[in-house]
Antibody
Framework: QVQLQESGPGLVKPSETLSLTCTVSGGSISSYYWSWIRQPPGKGLEWIGY???????NYNPSLKSRVTISVDTSKNQFSLKLSSVTAADTAVYYC??????????????????WGQGTLVTVSS | QSVLTQPPSASGTPGQRVTISCSGS????????VNWYQQLPGTAPKLLIYSNNQRPSGVPDRFSGSKSGTSASLAISGLQSEDEADYYCAAWDDSLNGPDWVFGGGTKLTVL
């Protein structure tokens, strides 16, 4: 059973770069899309972006200028970098696997599983 | 403000049937499938319904999903205390700004 685990600093200073890594265990990172999703305290979910195991990426337009997602297939890991952070970037950050299936009706896709999440606080 | 619209709260008594709505547009729900996630207090979201109405293995058949046009619904029958959680809908959005995932703002379900 595939499991995901986020890791990285829990505290980042304003204007600096937030860096997180998601380690995939129990399965290969190959042949899937992998996303980062965040949730500010007490608020809803926001998709940040995804990376395909081959390295192609797609980012949320509202964050695109500050986001970089990369993958290391040899370590079964993918990573998130968010630059120039402010207090508004304080959130629980989740990594998740995106399943995609081509059907006769088109592409069907969903997130499963999710990591447990890691709280990142932006503060001086 | 979320792209998909959900009621902020819903409630029911044990055994009741409750429904949670999710409203979108032609670029998301209208042209792509809808997924539902359950987030128990203090935990990560968990897949509850995918592809509008499919239940993953292990999800009780008390949970069901449907979609019509640009709206979707999650129904929970035989409500139980352990169903108290936040519920989120999500869909892929083929917007002109660039395709991306969009979520509803979440519905907090209270079991009275």
């Amino acid at each position: 059973q595939v499991q995901l685990q986020e890791s990285g600093p829990g505290l980042v200073k304003p204007s600096e770069t937030l860096s997180l890594t998601c380690t995939v265990s129990g399965g290969s990172i190959s042949s899937y899309y992998w996303s980062w999703i965040r949730q500010p305290p007490g608020k809803g979910l926001e998709w940040i972006g995804y990376i395909y195991y081959s390295g192609s990426t797609n980012y949320n337009p509202s964050l695109k200028s500050r986001v970089t997602i990369s993958v290391d297939t040899s370590k079964n890991q993918f990573s998130l970098k968010l630059s120039s952070v402010t207090a508004a970037d304080t959130a629980v950050y989740y990594c998740a696997r995106e399943r995609r299936l081509k059907t006769i009706f088109g592409v069907v896709n969903w997130f499963d599983p999710w990591g447990q999440g890691t709280l990142v606080t932006v503060s001086s | 403000q979320s792209v998909l619209t959900q009621p902020p709260s819903a409630s029911g008594t044990p055994g009741q049937r409750v429904t949670i709505s999710c409203s979108g547009s032609s670029s998301n729900i209208g042209s792509n499938t809808v997924n539902w996630y359950q987030q128990l207090p203090g935990t990560a979201p968990k897949l509850l319904i995918y592809s509008n109405n499919q239940r993953p293995s292990g999800v009780p058949d008390r949970f069901s999903g449907s979609k019509s046009g640009t709206s979707a619904s999650l129904a929970i029958s035989g409500l139980q205390s352990e169903d108290e959680a936040d519920y989120y809908c999500a869909a892929w959005d083929d917007s002109l700004n660039g395709p991306d995932w969009v979520f509803g703002g979440g519905t907090k379900l209270t079991v009275l």
